[in-house]
């Protein structure tokens, strides 16, 4: 019994440190976590898709237009909105194809939004989405991708597409779709 009690008399002190250092480990990992949560808690809330795409109208200057629908699912405004046509299952495609499709909204209040949008069209194999840009109420700049991935951007979405300034936004939109 002495021998027992001589051990855990020289070991205490390291495992008292070593249950501080895992309770130390926990406390930040747990503050980490909740920090990540809560700065990404309104642009989780932000998703899209196109719809109409199979009845593509041609518009008067000859181009194809479908239709988009943007959920914003928070309780806040989102800012500087761009809205962009690519491929089904890519990131971020600058320089192809998709370049030239896309839509500024500018401001999207709660609720779900329908937009018209240019589309490239159908081909052998193409599956299209959308991928929609913007910044939060906390002035935190975002990117949902076409295949549903959420990115923070280091800078807003005007910039990050190289879209020059100023910029008209669109003012035709229909909100509050059911």
Request: hydrophobic share 35%; with cysteine.
């Amino acid at each position: 019994m002495c021998a027992l009690t001589s051990f855990i008399k020289d070991f205490s002190p390291m495992i008292t440190m070593f249950g501080t250092l895992t309770a130390f480990y926990f406390a930040i990992d747990g503050m980490l976590y909740r920090k990540k949560a809560e700065k990404e808690s309104q642009a989780k809330l932000v998703s899209g898709w196109l719809i109409d795409t199979y009845d593509l109208e041609q518009g008067i200057n000859g181009c194809l237009y479908t239709n988009c629908l943007i959920i914003n699912g928070s309780e806040s405004l989102l800012y500087n909105v761009i809205v962009r046509v690519v491929k089904f299952d890519d990131q971020s495609m600058f320089g192809d194809e998709t370049a030239r499709f896309f839509r500024g909204i500018g401001l999207l209040p709660p609720g779900k939004g329908k937009f018209r949008i240019e589309h490239p069209g159908h081909g052998m194999s193409k599956q299209y989405n959308i991928e929609i840009a913007f910044s939060d109420s906390s002035n935190r700049h975002w990117i949902r991708f076409g295949n549903g991935k959420l990115k923070e951007l280091d800078v807003e979405p005007l910039e990050y597409y190289k879209i020059g300034r100023p910029y008209t936004w669109s003012k035709d939109h229909l909100n509050g779709v059911d």
